[in-house]
């Protein structure tokens, strides 16, 4: 079974720009979420998609932004980047509301750089 | 707000030295609770989960965790480390209908 899946792998961007992230989560799997892992905060929890609507979301600004297609795949969209959004973009799926003892399967991840 | 602790940031150990991670939590409610590991160059993975029952949970690898709800805490435990064992540690809790919430990390360094 293949795991969950991101791209690209690697990105280097100026200030300024836009950039668009993508997740494919597990077969099967309908909850798809998206965490920042910047150097020595851990992971900070961005946003969480199930059955394509948006059920939470984390402490930042509006200009992080995705959505949830009807595959279940999903997007994280970063607009106006700033320096300081230079991170490792994880993707976790998990089987969804339906369980409320749901473990989350993480990508490999889409390490940004912004220059 | 909620919030994970994860006391340890930087840990070294010399392999078959016993190893103990600290965690703990603010969130009074029902909670799931989990360790995450992530060794250099791979992805995040599951070590050991706790949902109910025996406090006392057996992971991968010979890690175990102990939940502790009188004091909020669910340390990581391993008897005997190996080098393998090598990399950044997460913790992480779940209130029931709510998202994950990570702490920190804790890179442990084993040399030989």
């Known amino acids: 079974e293949a795991g969950v899946t991101q791209s690209p792998t690697h990105l280097i961007k100026t200030r300024g720009q836009q950039v668009t992230l993508r997740c494919s989560p597990i077969s099967g799997h309908t909850s798809v979420y998206w965490y920042q892992q910047a150097l020595g905060l851990g992971l900070q929890f961005l946003l969480w998609y199930d059955e394509g609507e948006e059920r939470n979301r984390g402490n930042f600004p509006p200009r992080f932004s995705g959505r949830q297609f009807p595959n279940y795949s999903s997007e994280l969209n970063v607009n106006a980047l700033e320096l300081e959004d230079s991170a490792l973009y994880l993707c976790?799926?998990?089987?969804?509301?339906?369980?409320?003892?749901?473990?989350?399967?993480f990508g490999p991840g889409t390490r940004l750089t912004v220059l | 707000a909620q919030s994970v602790s994860q006391h340890n940031h930087h840990v070294i150990l010399s392999e078959a030295a016993s190893l103990e991670l600290g965690c703990n939590y603010s969130y009074g409610g029902t909670v799931n609770l989990f360790w995450y590991v992530q060794y250099p160059g791979q992805h995040l993975q599951l070590l050991l989960k706790?949902?109910?029952?025996?406090?006392l949970v057996k992971g991968i690898k010979g890690f175990e965790a102990e939940f502790i709800k009188s004091k909020f805490s669910f340390n990581l435990r391993k008897p005997s480390v190996q080098w393998s064992d090598t990399a950044e540690y997460f913790c992480?809790?779940?209130?029931?209908?709510?998202?994950?919430?990570f702490g920190t990390g804790t890179r442990l360094q084993v040399f030989p």
């Open positions: 992480a809790v779940k209130p029931r209908t709510d998202k994950l919430i």
């Open positions: 706790y949902f109910s029952g025996d406090p």
């Open positions: 976790a799926s998990s089987p969804g509301l339906a369980g409320a003892n749901n473990e989350q399967f």
